[in-house]
């Protein structure tokens, strides 16, 4: 099994995110893609929305208020799961379920306040928003692997983050560029196929997309603790002993 272990104190490198980021998918590519392929099922809503139904905007807050819910239950079994890679562990599905039913609320919280926190900051300006969701971007690791509550975890994300921003925003480009070209590739390839089989491959690509997007965000906390703190694998991984 991989061992992608960081040296205590080493630099935080965007090269170095991205290839253990692919580290930690690969050997879990089939479990990730599942979670985030259901998380992202609320999509087709979406995707597939008739403007002139009577009622799209009740299938709209389902849509949002389901995804949300995945969604704070998927990133804490993606999480689990990346940790157990970490610490040279393979991870099980049933096992990463309960540990990420276990701080089910939490997160759910966090995702709460961290979608209205960026959308009001939307709604004033781009950059606000923007600011804020790198701001925030480690939030759900923080309130997983530290226990921490909605609140704290966005402040803890607000301290590993600072002096390191740019970078992450660069990553955050990076990915959110690259994932709307090929699933703009994807769409006009599988469209004289009908919307339903180019709705159908854009809901694939964007579970693979996710599944890496999660594994990106855990390296950067991972590797943000290790060159901030000094602390190793081991010791960030021990909450889940």
């Known amino acids: 099994m991989t061992d992608v272990t960081v040296d205590r104190g080493a630099s935080f490198r965007i090269g170095s995110v991205f290839n253990r980021a692919w580290e930690i998918l690969a050997p879990n590519f089939v479990l990730f893609f599942c979670v ?30 389901a995804g949300m819910i995945l969604n704070a239950i998927g990133q804490a079994v993606i999480l689990f799961g ?57 939030g759900v690791p923080a309130c997983v692997v530290e226990g921490l509550g909605p609140s704290a975890s966005m402040k803890r994300s607000a301290e590993l983050t600072k002096g390191h921003r740019w970078q992450i925003f660069g990553i955050t480009c990076l990915l959110f560029i690259g994932s709307a070209l090929v699933n703009k590739l994807v769409t006009m390839v599988l469209g004289p196929a009908g919307i339903v089989v180019a709705a159908f491959g854009s809901l694939v690509w964007t579970a693979v997309w996710a599944a890496y997007w999660n594994c990106v965000l855990i390296m950067i906390y991972h590797e943000l603790r290790v060159a901030k703190e000094g602390v190793d694998t081991e010791q960030i991984v021990s909450v889940f002993d």
């Open 82 to 138: 990346a940790f157990q890679q970490l610490r040279g562990q393979p991870a099980y599905l049933g096992e990463a379920l309960q540990r990420g039913l276990a701080r089910f609320f939490p997160i759910l919280g966090f995702g709460i306040l961290y979608t209205l926190g960026i959308t009001l900051g939307a709604m004033l300006l781009i950059v606000p928003g923007l600011m804020l969701f790198v701001r925030w971007s480690l």
């Open 36 to 65: 985030t392929f259901v998380v992202s099922l609320p999509n087709l809503i979406f995707l597939l929305r008739d403007p002139r139904s009577p009622n799209l905007g009740w299938n709209v807050l389902f849509a949002v208020l």
